[in-house]
């Protein structure tokens, strides 16, 4: 199990909070995390860091506007212009860090900011993993979703976790997690520079990307999906598998939205084995 160390990174525009493992391996792994309240990319993608730093270099960094990097002083006038930061910062990262090209796994948010990569930035991209995206047309505006989006109409740590259990699918098995991570995110989604950027992101609506975009991309893509995600719907995946020319699809039955805390063990090996063409 690898070392998870952490520090800030400074590139032109943002100051970027990163969590690593796996420093000096050949092949870069790069984990963008989701939203909702308090979000952190430790909190999603810890296990993931812990498995796969043995052989990879792995990069967990927060977004733009999201827990421990910087935060626009003037909210950002829609969720494109968001968008737009996120890639730049990404790049910005890559640079500073001398990484020419990197292997992304996205969850949900992340997914979307990993797919504007590819169409943006190709050639900064080896494979990518897709885990819960949505954002398509198909997409279900779930109720778990819009109700995640009201939290800080009456915020409170017992919402949140309500919240949270929404995400899984065995609430019971997985109430342990959601209790270790209450307090920091509660803390987190309480800075007030972390509620105005979480206002500005969910302000407006994403456009989803067009499908001629979709169909232009080269690169390999895995998109993993939980059966049972009440967060972003599994017809998602259906839609992006359907236009994606190089596409995997793996679904996890029994599972929401966390798989990569849900079903860690199988997910970390699932991203190994594609990352090791051994899939």
């Given at each position: 199990?690898a070392?998870v160390?952490?520090?800030?990174?400074?590139t032109e525009d943002?100051e970027t909070?990163?969590n690593?493992?796996?420093?000096g391996?050949?092949?870069?792994v790069?984990?963008?995390?989701?939203s909702?309240?308090?979000?952190t990319s430790?909190?999603?993608?810890r296990?993931?860091?812990?498995a796969?730093?043995?052989q990879?270099?792995?990069l967990a960094?927060?977004?733009?506007?999201?827990?421990?990097s910087?935060?626009?002083?003037?909210?950002?006038?829609?969720r494109?212009?968001w968008?737009?930061?996120?890639?730049?910062?990404?790049i910005?990262?890559?640079?500073e860090l001398?990484?020419?090209?990197?292997?992304?796994?996205g969850?949900?948010?992340g997914?979307?900011?990993?797919?504007?990569l590819?169409?943006e930035h190709?050639?900064?991209?080896?494979?990518?993993?897709?885990?819960?995206?949505?954002?398509t047309?198909?997409t279900?505006?779930?109720l778990?979703?819009?109700r995640?989006?009201s939290?800080y109409?009456?915020p409170?740590k017992k919402?949140l976790?309500?919240?949270?259990?929404?995400f899984v699918?065995d609430?019971?098995?997985m109430?342990?997690?959601i209790?270790?991570?209450?307090?920091?995110?509660?803390e987190?989604a309480?800075r007030p520079?972390?509620?105005?950027?979480?206002?500005?992101?969910f302000?407006t609506?994403?456009?989803?990307?067009p499908?001629?975009?979709?169909?232009?991309?080269?690169?390999?893509?895995?998109l993993?999906?939980?059966l049972?995600d009440?967060v972003?719907?599994?017809?998602s995946s259906?839609?992006?598998a359907?236009?994606?020319k190089?596409?995997?699809?793996?679904v996890?039955?029994?599972c929401?939205?966390?798989t990569?805390?849900?079903?860690k063990e199988?997910f970390?090996?699932?991203v190994?084995?594609?990352f090791t063409?051994?899939?």
């Amino acid at each position: 199990m690898a070392n998870v160390s952490s520090d800030v990174v400074k590139t032109e525009d943002f100051e970027t909070y990163l969590n690593r493992s796996g420093e000096g391996n050949p092949e870069t792994v790069l984990f963008l995390h989701g939203s909702g309240p308090g979000v952190t990319s430790i909190a999603n993608w810890r296990p993931a860091l812990e498995a796969m730093g043995d052989q990879f270099q792995c990069l967990a960094p927060d977004l733009y506007g999201f827990a421990n990097s910087s935060h626009p002083e003037v909210p950002l006038k829609n969720r494109q212009a968001w968008m737009d930061e996120w890639i730049k910062q990404t790049i910005q990262l890559l640079d500073e860090l001398n990484l020419e090209k990197v292997h992304v796994v996205g969850n949900s948010l992340g997914c979307s900011i990993a797919l504007e990569l590819l169409i943006e930035h190709p050639e900064r991209i080896n494979k990518v993993v897709l885990m819960g995206p949505g954002g398509t047309p198909n997409t279900k505006l779930s109720l778990e979703l819009a109700r995640a989006k009201s939290f800080y109409d009456n915020p409170s740590k017992k919402k949140l976790q309500q919240i949270m259990s929404w995400f899984v699918y065995d609430v019971e098995k997985m109430w342990p997690v959601i209790e270790s991570l209450t307090d920091d995110r509660y803390e987190n989604a309480m800075r007030p520079e972390v509620r105005r950027s979480n206002d500005s992101i969910f302000a407006t609506a994403a456009v989803p990307i067009p499908t001629v975009a979709l169909n232009r991309i080269e690169n390999e893509v895995l998109l993993v999906h939980g059966l049972n995600d009440k967060v972003c719907s599994i017809e998602s995946s259906y839609y992006l598998a359907e236009h994606l020319k190089n596409v995997q699809l793996h679904v996890f039955g029994q599972c929401g939205h966390w798989t990569q805390l849900e079903e860690k063990e199988r997910f970390n090996h699932l991203v190994h084995s594609f990352f090791t063409d051994s899939l």
